[in-house]
């Protein structure tokens, strides 16, 4: 989601702060849009390590083909992945919709929570090996209505809402990523870590860390940054006239 409005406000604080980047997009890297974008972040923050790699989230192999990549070159060091695909509204209230189907927007939904799933699977041994000194974070951006899905009917094993509401949907869809990334903060604190153990001064004997305090130096969190105009308002009133899928003239209004 590097490309995304939200996306590229990220890119902008992160090359501001001098920080190497990889930008993921599912066109491929010589795309114009892509280049100008890329050259003018280089250009206005005097930061030449920005880069873009193609990888389309909806489709696994392409995942798998950029993960291998990056696992197999000379520099695999990563200090945080941030995924931000999960964050852009998906589905339009129904006065507005034109040819996106609800069945068309679960299956976007779904596709976008694999992906995260999946690169993140992939890339955990590459996060494991780091030093335990550095501090690694994976950043899930969400959605704001998660809010809408957290009422009674919420349910362990998770299960879709029956309900037509799209809010109740995009709340679930939410949510379901948070849950994992609590899940995958849970996993990181019950492996075993490297620990600096520490000695009393003028004595031999070790003493023994406590294995309560024992915690990951990999953070996962999930953040939301509220309600935007671009990512939330836009595509729920169908008001993206860019949209391969078509627009609502009464959206845009």
Same mark, same amino acid.
């Given at each position: 989601?590097?490309?995304?409005?939200?996306?590229?406000?990220?890119?902008?604080?992160?090359?501001?702060?001098?920080?190497?980047?990889?930008?993921?997009?599912?066109?491929?890297?010589?795309?114009?849009?892509?280049?100008?974008?890329?050259?003018?972040?280089?250009?206005?923050?005097?930061?030449?390590?920005?880069?873009?790699?193609?990888?389309?989230?909806?489709?696994?192999?392409?995942?798998?083909?950029?993960?291998?990549?990056?696992?197999?070159?000379?520099?695999?060091?990563?200090?945080?992945?941030?995924?931000?695909?999960?964050?852009?509204?998906?589905?339009?209230?129904?006065?507005?919709?034109?040819?996106?189907?609800?069945?068309?927007?679960?299956?976007?939904?779904?596709?976008?929570?694999?992906?995260?799933?999946?690169?993140?699977?992939?890339?955990?041994?590459?996060?494991?090996?780091?030093?335990?000194?550095?501090?690694?974070?994976?950043?899930?951006?969400? *959605?704001?209505?998660?809010?809408?899905?957290?009422?009674?009917?919420?349910?362990?094993?998770?299960?879709?809402?029956?309900?037509?509401?799209?809010?109740?949907?995009?709340?679930?869809?939410?949510?379901?990523?948070?849950?994992?990334?609590?899940?995958?903060?849970?996993?990181?604190?019950?492996?075993?870590?490297?620990?600096?153990?520490?000695?009393?001064?003028?004595?031999?004997?070790?003493?023994?860390? *406590?294995?309560?305090?024992?915690?990951?130096?990999?953070?996962?969190?999930?953040?939301?940054?509220?309600?935007?105009?671009?990512?939330?308002?836009?595509?729920?009133? *169908?008001?993206?006239?860019?949209?391969?899928?078509?627009?609502?003239?009464?959206?845009?209004?």
């Amino acid at each position: 989601g590097g490309f995304t409005p939200t996306g590229l406000t990220i890119l902008q604080s992160l090359a501001q702060r001098g920080a190497h980047i990889i930008a993921l997009s599912p066109h491929p890297i010589d795309f114009p849009e892509i280049t100008i974008i890329i050259s003018l972040l280089r250009a206005n923050f005097s930061n030449e390590e920005i880069y873009a790699e193609q990888c389309d989230l909806a489709s696994p192999s392409s995942i798998r083909s950029f993960c291998t990549r990056f696992l197999t070159g000379a520099d695999q060091r990563i200090d945080a992945i941030i995924f931000a695909h999960e964050y852009q509204h998906v589905g339009s209230v129904a006065p507005l919709r034109r040819t996106q189907t609800l069945e068309d927007a679960t299956s976007r939904r779904e596709s976008e929570s694999l992906a995260t799933f999946l690169m993140t699977t992939l890339l955990l041994p590459a996060l494991l090996v780091a030093p335990v000194e550095r501090d690694i974070r994976v950043i899930n951006v969400v *959605n704001p209505f998660y809010a809408a899905a957290a009422g009674p009917s919420f349910s362990i094993p998770f299960q879709a809402p029956k309900s037509q509401s799209i809010f109740l949907h995009e709340g679930a869809h939410s949510l379901r990523t948070t849950i994992f990334t609590r899940h995958l903060q849970r996993i990181l604190d019950a492996l075993p870590t490297a620990q600096v153990l520490k000695t009393d001064e003028g004595s031999s004997a070790i003493s023994v860390v *406590n294995p309560k305090s024992q915690k990951s130096n990999i953070i996962a969190v999930s953040v939301s940054p509220g309600i935007s105009r671009l990512d939330t308002i836009g595509p729920l009133l *169908n008001a993206d006239w860019t949209s391969s899928s078509g627009y609502a003239t009464a959206g845009v209004v």
